[in-house]
């Protein structure tokens, strides 16, 4: 997703209180942000964030970080943010390529990871760009703690094949695959619709989604959030 260049857009996210300015310097130190200890969650990629604000309301006990590309997009999520009637206290954003995500979070910091409707970089030149590629797994292995786990969904099916390929030789398993998650029981239970997953499932498309650990890290249950 990205929306034309809105005029101001970088004063508004220069000035908003929920958008963490020099993440970089925050390494290490993300639950002072927060003021409490419970776990961080990020979504990368979180477009206008309906998402993450949604599982923010649901899980007040969890920190949630949304990782937004594109000023003009990261506006539309101040903005709904804005909306609230109170705002969550548990989100924060942060404007800036996930490819230096290690840059922003320490060994172990992040709890669990989310990619929700990823750009698919069709060409195969821009394999390594694609979030779910195998260069960003060996990202997320860095930052994402040892017992954590990476949930992805996506309404394309090339996308979700070359995902799957990635796991193996970045050292990953896969805990749950699903080809039609509106219509899987089990991994569909309590699951929080984004925007794009919305628009595409009423065009009729089936969601595909995986949820995926480490192939070191012993026999986990990702029930509930
Ligand atoms: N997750 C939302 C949803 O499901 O409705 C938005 C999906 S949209 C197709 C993908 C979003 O990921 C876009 O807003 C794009 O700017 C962002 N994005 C893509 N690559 C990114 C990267 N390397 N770092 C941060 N954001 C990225």
Redesign the pocket.
Known sequence: ??LRNIAGSREVIGESDFVVHEPEKQKGNWRKIFGNNNPIHI?????KG??LMDMARMHPFINYIG????SS?LLRAIQKMEKEESPLPNVRFIR????SIEAVFSEGEVGRIYL????PWPKDRHAKRR?PSREFLARYDKILEKAGWLEFKTDNADLFHFALGELEPAGWKALGVSYDLHRDEKMGKDNVM????ERFSALGNPIYKYVIARDDTAALEPEGQ
């Open positions: 997703m990205r979504e990368i990629g979180m477009g309906r998402f990782i937004e590309k594109y997009v800036m390529d996930a490819e929700n409707f990823s750009d979030l984004t925007e794009y997953e």
